[in-house]
């Protein structure tokens, strides 16, 4: 019932920036949390950030602290992931999740995945 879209991956430079969208269409209910995650090749995958729709409680994860932005637009259904001063260990497939309601750093907790979107950065 829940579909989820990510968009704006690709290729960037170290010290470069990125946004990512992630948009949400279908049935939800309260307060859910939308998230964002990576998985790079060898690695279990990481938490990022996450917002709730309304109350807005962002959450960043301590490796991208003070370089990744979580934002969202109510009227379009989308979140966004800005990524500023990239550097080569953020190269990861990036995935948003919907549907967190409590502990939302926590990927279990997340019902509904995107099929993932490649960043990749090169030095």
């Known amino acids: 019932q829940v579909h989820v879209v990510e968009s704006g991956g690709g290729l960037a430079e170290a010290g470069g920036s990125m946004r990512l969208s992630c948009t949400v269409s279908g049935r939800t209910f309260g307060d859910v949390a939308v998230g964002w995650f990576r998985q790079a090749p060898g690695k279990e995958r990481e938490f990022l950030a996450a917002?709730?729709?309304?109350?807005?409680?962002?959450y960043y994860g301590d490796s991208v602290k003070g370089r990744f932005t979580i934002s969202r637009d109510l009227g379009k259904s989308t979140v966004f992931l800005q990524m500023n001063r990239l550097i080569t260990e953020d190269t990861a497939v990036y995935y948003c999740?919907?549907?967190?309601?409590?502990?939302?750093?926590?990927?279990?907790?997340?019902?509904?995945w995107g099929r993932g979107t490649q960043v990749t950065v090169s030095p």
């Open positions: 917002i709730r729709w309304y109350s807005d409680s962002p």
């Open positions: 999740a919907s549907g967190a309601t409590d502990q939302i750093t926590l990927q279990d907790n997340y019902n509904a």
